[in-house]
């Protein structure tokens, strides 16, 4: 599957893992303990931006908690039409892309961003633009989020698999990964299935 076939299956994806499937369990681990770490080290003046922010469940967790610069990528144009029911007060105040990654990041300006996070995005770049992964680190300003699945749960030494039968996860070192871009890991945490990693940028 090349690149621009991994983005239109998830521009037109619905049922399991669409923005209304996310929207229905609302915030989760991962949202609290992104919480939990902007509540230690920033303010809620914070500049924010989350990738692959789907119908918003992350990002409204850090609205009710009194973040308001929150800035969202999604590819998926039904995801706004979710965001606008489940989560109205998020989608009036925040400033959103429709579109993918790899066509907004190279428009930013640099350090644009005192956060940037994940949750279960990246993991689906293709490896012909693994050049995005220089793009977050240039955008970012204080801390990287990655929550990304990183390991075949099935114990086989493989680079992707398949979410059912047409959307590729690609398996990655994140921390050699933007280690190789300029970055050194500050935390490292294991969920139920994904690995979150705080990055912070060598200067």
């Known amino acids: 599957m090349d690149a621009d076939s991994v983005v239109e299956a998830w521009s037109s994806r619905a049922g399991e893992f669409s923005p209304r499937y996310y929207a229905y369990y609302g915030p989760n681990q991962a949202s609290d303990r992104l919480l939990r ?4 080290s920033f303010t ?17 967790h850090l609205f009710e908690h009194g973040y308001r610069d929150l800035t969202g990528i999604e590819v998926n144009p039904d995801a706004f039409d979710v965001m606008d029911e489940a989560y109205p007060d998020l989608a009036a105040a925040g400033t959103f892309y429709r579109d993918r990654i790899e066509t907004v990041l190279p428009d930013l300006p640099d350090n644009r961003f005192d956060v940037v996070f994940s949750v279960e995005t990246l993991q689906h770049i293709h490896p012909d633009n ?19 699945i990183e390991h075949d749960i099935e114990g086989t030494d493989r680079a992707m698999k398949y979410v059912d039968a047409d959307i590729p996860l690609y398996y990655r070192d994140w921390k050699t ?26 200067r």
């Open 37 to 40: 770490l902007l509540e230690t």
């Open 44 to 60: 809620t003046e914070a500049a924010i931006l989350e990738l692959g922010c789907s119908s918003g469940r992350h990002l409204a």
């Open 130 to 148: 693994d050049w995005v992964f220089d793009e977050i680190a240039r955008i970012t300003h204080d801390v990287l989020v990655t929550v990304e």
């Open 177 to 202: 990964l933007f280690s190789a871009v300029g970055f050194t890991q500050r935390e490292m945490a294991d969920f139920q299935r994904a690995t979150l990693r705080v990055f912070t940028p060598r």
